[in-house]
């Protein structure tokens, strides 16, 4: 009889444990239930006094017929959001705030769309080996990139400011190009953005009136064992590299034992830039026919 009882006691005590576990997991099943549909009413409360998308309306043009436009809806895929996937609301104005790193990556994309040989002239200006910028001639076609710092506070403001208008892409020359420094006297060559190739030149004689022009030009022909000639001069050379007409170019100058400082200023070139003949050959082995020439 005692073992009877004891059976009884211990399936009693069964039975009341199980029980309480069904209750505790009901009791928890209904806690997350309520929390998840508190979640979904506030989100859907925060929908609701949500303010209204940028009513923007950015159309990028770049040339030739080829033109992107950024709409509301995508202006939202560039906001902060929170870490519930909500849209962040600036406390100060109540509005959207514009997430850099997100506008980044759009252009990134953009960029690929529209590669550097299907881009508009530059018109924002040139970034020079010091890293200030020269305005250039827009009417100039290019090969450069998407200044990304410069787009990304344009395309914020536009935005922000909801306008609705054509917008040409600020662009770098950021690819291939001859980059010459006339304060400087010193001459650079950039492939693919990367620098290859320095040296000191000398360019236009100051004094006299033969500065070289500055400018944004294009490498118009290569040619080897010429001989330059002009009012007074018969110089021959063994490279030239034209980018006005025939009358200005880069060459050699054997007949200088100086390049670089202050030469220029009153024993230049009859405006021509000088490369001494040690730099020259590879010089002319890396520039294109083609390739901009920036002087200023």
Not at 74 to 89: H, P, Q, R
Not at 101 to 127: D, E
């Amino acid at each position: 009889m005692k073992k009877q009882e004891v059976r009884l006691k211990h399936f009693g005590q069964t039975s009341w444990s199980g029980a309480e576990c069904l209750l505790s997991g009901i009791a928890f099943c209904m806690a997350i239930c309520l929390l998840l549909l508190t979640k979904a009413f506030s989100l859907q409360a925060r929908a609701a006094v949500l303010p209204p998308a940028p009513q923007c309306r950015i159309t990028y043009d770049f040339g030739k017929g080829k033109t992107y436009t950024v709409t509301p809806e995508l202006a939202m895929t560039m906001m902060v959001t929170n870490k519930d996937g909500s849209y962040y609301l600036d406390p100060k104005t109540g509005y959207y705030v514009c997430d850099s790193n997100k506008m980044q990556s759009f252009f990134s994309g953009l960029q690929k769309l529209y590669p550097p040989q299907n881009s508009v002239p530059n018109t924002a200006g040139f970034q020079k080996t010091d890293g200030t910028f020269l305005p250039v001639d827009g009417t100039f076609q290019m090969t450069g990139y998407f200044d990304v710092n410069a787009e990304i506070n344009y395309l914020a403001a536009a935005m922000m400011e909801q306008r609705t208008e054509t917008h040409t892409p600020i662009l770098r020359c950021g690819g291939t190009y001859v980059e010459i420094d006339i304060a400087n006297q010193i001459l650079y060559y950039y492939e693919n953005g990367i620098r290859r190739f320095s040296s000191s030149v000398v360019t236009g004689n100051h004094r006299l009136g033969h500065d070289t022009p500055t400018g944004v030009y294009q490498i118009r022909g290569k040619q080897r064992n010429i001989t330059l000639t002009g009012r007074g001069y018969a110089s021959p050379v063994k490279y030239w590299m034209n980018f006005i007409g025939n009358n200005y170019g880069i060459h050699d100058a054997n007949w200088r034992s100086k390049f670089g400082g202050s030469v220029y200023l009153t024993n230049g070139s009859h405006g021509c830039v000088n490369v001494p003949p040690s730099d020259m050959p590879e010089l002319y082995g890396m520039v294109q026919t083609g390739t901009p020439v920036v002087l200023y």
